[in-house]
């Protein structure tokens, strides 16, 4: 599972590095201070692809769609842009965060620092 969590990481690193190459819009979710880009969605999607496709019967809480099966013995825990306020300022200090918790105890995670290209 830990090769999968790396794996999406990076993919949807990749998927942020490159909208942040490219005009996008920005959004306010709840207020001026909490913004959403394309890049929120558009990351947070292929993440839940990535989990629906190869762990179907995994929960998902994530920041922008909310939960489902959250209940269930593992639990994905999503940001998908971490950091949305400097992305869409055009500051590089944003990150894709990934938590995965079995039974309500935190067993991994990966963060992606994608202006570095670190995991």
Do not use: C
């Not at 999607?45 to 994530?62: E, M, Q, T, V």
């Not at 825990?77 to 935190?106: C, R």
């Amino acid at each position: 599972m830990f090769e999968k969590l790396l794996e999406i990481t990076t993919l949807a690193s990749a998927f942020v590095k490159e909208r942040a190459l490219t005009p996008f819009e920005v959004e306010f979710k709840t207020g001026e201070m909490n913004l959403v880009t394309e890049a929120d969605k558009g990351s947070e999607k292929l993440i839940i692809d990535y989990i629906h496709k190869n762990f179907p019967s995994h929960g998902i809480l994530a920041e922008e769609s909310g939960s489902e099966h959250q209940y269930a013995e593992f639990l994905w825990v999503i940001d998908p842009l971490d950091g949305t306020t400097n992305f869409a300022h055009g500051l590089p200090l944003y990150s894709v965060s990934i938590g995965i918790m079995k039974n309500g105890e935190t067993i991994m995670g990966a963060v992606a620092d994608v202006s570095r290209g670190i995991i």
